[in-house]
């Protein structure tokens, strides 16, 4: 029997895709050396739940459609995430190279290097996303194997067991200067340091707890009904603990760089601040107590995410250059309206694109995955 569709997944993911346009046009306003810290904050701070969260929706959306108490087919299951994941994840990686490379002067890289960028995700900054997606892909059947004997206590263990690897991972001064120290030659300095880009060890954590929570869909319904002031107080105490972090660095002598680059969502309160964001924002999605009118602005939103994420950077790094060019610095008011922008053009962009794929099925399918039979919303789950 085929279960009925949840929008929270829809919702949830437009939700990240504009946080994650947030992160990177807060990167850009970083450069105006008068930066406001408070919208700092809002651009790199607030939304740090955006990545993450991506992996709790898509486990979430795989283990809904599946019966773990079933045969897994792993043959057809990765045959149909290579087209959704794989064929975009090239496609638009040789589109940024080639982008780099014709517009911006960059070399074009060689064979090997080209292995190197593919393999690390470092042919556009938010690339390495499907990296990892694509390795939680291929290791499907151990988390499979894992959601159906993990219980409650296990899911605290694998907490605590998460907060500690990416403390070591993130902060660990030792680990660090061991990398650092490596020639550059060496084999083993690439894959140490971009580990960040491919190691699924940093977020096994929220996507399982997406799978599990799927597969007990029916408790997670009830804690939901049951638990809603929790779940809401929940994302406000930890995102005031990410926020106070924030701003504990900057008032202690970090620079607003510094600051984002540790207060992120890796550190202790930014783990717990994605694991609220993610049930918070299910809860209000699922038992929605908001107008109406609202719902097809977030499904719009979400349909077109996918696209809107490959191709912001297109966006973005277009008007920056044309911004700097113009001779004017990233004020607080021209990066709001950046923002506003990137995420209207970004958006048509994609309903655009979409609409051609119908006549040009190639277009959908190197850009999102999809055949031009498919009407449904481009989905990497």
């Not at 599946?66 to 090239?90: N, S």
């Not at 609202?294 to 044309?322: E, K, Q, W």
Request: glycine share 6%; charged share 10%.
């Amino acid at each position: 029997m085929k279960k009925p569709r949840l929008a929270a997944i829809e919702y949830i993911r437009g939700i990240s895709m504009m946080g994650v346009i947030g992160i990177h046009v807060g990167s850009q306003y970083l450069e105006n050396p008068s930066a406001n810290l408070h919208l700092v904050a809002l651009f790199d701070v607030f939304t740090r739940f955006s990545v993450p969260i991506f992996f709790f929706i898509s486990a979430f959306g795989l283990f809904y459609n599946l019966d773990i108490k079933e045969p897994f087919d792993y043959k057809g299951f990765m045959k149909r995430r290579f087209r959704t994941v794989l064929i975009p994840y090239i496609a638009w990686s040789f589109f940024y190279i080639i982008t780099n490379s014709v517009f911006h002067g960059a070399k074009f890289p060689s064979a090997l290097e080209l292995v190197r960028l593919f393999f690390f995700g470092l042919t556009q900054y938010h690339l390495y996303f499907l990296v990892i997606l694509l390795w939680f892909y291929l290791l499907m059947p151990c988390w499979i194997v894992m959601v159906r004997h993990m219980n409650r206590k296990g899911m605290a263990l694998l907490l605590l067991l998460q907060i500690g690897f990416n403390y070591v991972s993130s902060f660990n001064a030792t680990l660090y200067y061991f990398i650092a120290d490596l020639p550059d030659d060496s084999l083993l300095k690439p894959f140490l340091a971009y580990r960040l880009n491919y190691w699924v060890f940093h977020y096994i954590f929220i996507f399982l707890l997406g799978g599990w929570l799927s597969v007990h869909i029916l408790e997670f319904q009830k804690f939901m009904q049951e638990h809603r002031t929790g779940i809401c107080l929940s994302f406000w105490l930890t995102l005031a603990a990410l926020l106070g972090y924030y701003y504990e660095l900057i008032f202690s002598g970090a620079t607003l760089l510094e600051a984002i680059y540790t207060a992120h969502q890796l550190c202790p309160a930014g783990v717990l601040y994605t694991i609220a964001a993610s049930i918070f924002f299910f809860t209000i999605f699922t038992y929605q107590k908001y107008p109406d009118f609202l719902n097809p602005v977030f499904s719009l939103l979400g349909r077109h995410s996918y696209f809107s994420y490959l191709a912001h950077p297109v966006f973005l790094t277009t008007y920056s250059i044309a911004l700097a060019r113009s001779g004017h610095i990233m004020t607080a008011p021209l990066a709001i309206l950046m923002y506003i922008v990137v995420l209207c053009s970004v958006m048509l962009a994609a309903i655009l694109c979409r609409r051609i794929g119908k006549y040009i099925p190639i277009l959908n399918l190197l850009s999102i995955g999809i055949s031009s039979q498919k009407n449904n919303a481009a989905k990497i789950t």
